[in-house]
């Protein structure tokens, strides 16, 4: 019998309301160890109130956040040590060195491994021993990225953490979530860059003015999601593919037939079994499809 795995994240019915205004509304959330969670929305959706709320840096309007078990409702000292966290609108202080930041982070923590953030920052290509006023954006965010790693927390809360990275930076990122992963530690990944969250998260919610539109394992959700199909025909003459139940987004053209399909495989390819085909090609939808697919769904509906 399987061992059930701790859920480490419990939000319950969170909603923040400033006044008029909306923060977000009644999002039920859950992360279990050993998990990468990725947490999706534009600018200004809702996910920064969202960890502000889960860091205690703001209060609920109501609902309930149970971080590791415990309420979240004073953030607790026990419940900090246990996180590492990077902070969309992340401040450092330009006068310190990297290497000073961090040790200054690692005092307040109680621990201060040195070898550890050398070879961070080496894979990250991170120069410490420059003042952080002279660095670039996305050498700042490097050094935001160490501070949330460096004591290896069971928890990372980590809003939009590529933010400035170049392509190889990003990668050697991702490599390190994967081996935060197989630790069995756990993590909370907002960002608004699908290909980062596809490349390193088994669950991920879209949240779409203050309020969740999906919540599902990363498999299901492509699972559900329409295929993408093209057809070149031997004779350059196609038939009316619009006619089979699932098909859409129908384009045409010199012998070239190119749809969504969101019907069974089995019936398309029995379908397809009579036609003059030259060459078939079905791909899965990457992950910015199916974002935008829920998201036009979710604006037809309202």
């Known amino acids: 019998m399987a061992t059930r795995k701790q859920t480490i994240v419990n939000l319950q019915k969170l909603t923040k309301q400033y006044g008029q205004f ?38 609920p309007t109501s609902g309930k956040i149970s971080l590791f078990g415990r309420d979240n409702q004073r953030f607790d000292t026990q419940n900090r040590a246990r996180i590492g966290y990077l902070a969309g609108d992340m401040a450092l202080d330009g006068s310190l060195t990297g290497w000073q930041e961090l040790e200054y982070f690692s005092n307040l923590r109680g621990s201060f491994d040195k070898k550890y953030i050398g070879e961070l920052s080496e894979r990250l290509k991170c120069d410490l021993t420059r003042k952080i006023k002279t660095l670039s954006r996305g050498n700042q965010q490097k050094i935001g990225l160490i501070s949330a790693l460096m004591n290896k927390p069971e928890l990372l809360i980590l809003d939009e953490p590529t933010s400035g990275l170049d ?57 559900s999601a329409p295929k ?39 019936q398309l390819l029995k379908f397809l079994s009579g036609q003059p085909m030259q060459d078939l090609t079905i791909t899965e939808a990457d992950l910015e499809e199916v974002f935008m697919g829920y998201y036009q769904k979710e604006s037809k509906d309202a």
């Open 228 to 266: 993408k199909v093209q057809v070149t025909a031997k004779d350059k003459i196609l038939v009316d593919f619009d006619k089979l139940p699932g098909v859409k987004s129908l384009v045409q053209n010199a012998g070239v037939a190119s749809f969504t399909y969101s019907g069974n495989i089995g």
């Open 167 to 223: 392509p190889l930076v990003q990668a050697e990122f991702n490599s390190i979530i994967h081996e935060h992963k197989k630790a069995g530690r756990t993590a909370f990944v907002s960002s608004h860059v699908l290909s980062e969250i596809q490349e390193i998260c088994d669950k991920v919610a879209f949240i779409k003015e203050g309020k969740l539109i999906a919540n599902m394992p990363l498999k299901d959700l492509f699972r």
């Open 22 to 59: 909306r923060g977000v509304e009644n999002l039920t959330i859950r992360v279990e160890q050993g998990s990468i969670f990725g947490f999706l929305g534009p600018n200004g959706a809702g996910k920064t109130t969202t960890i502000s709320m889960m860091m205690g840096l703001l209060k």
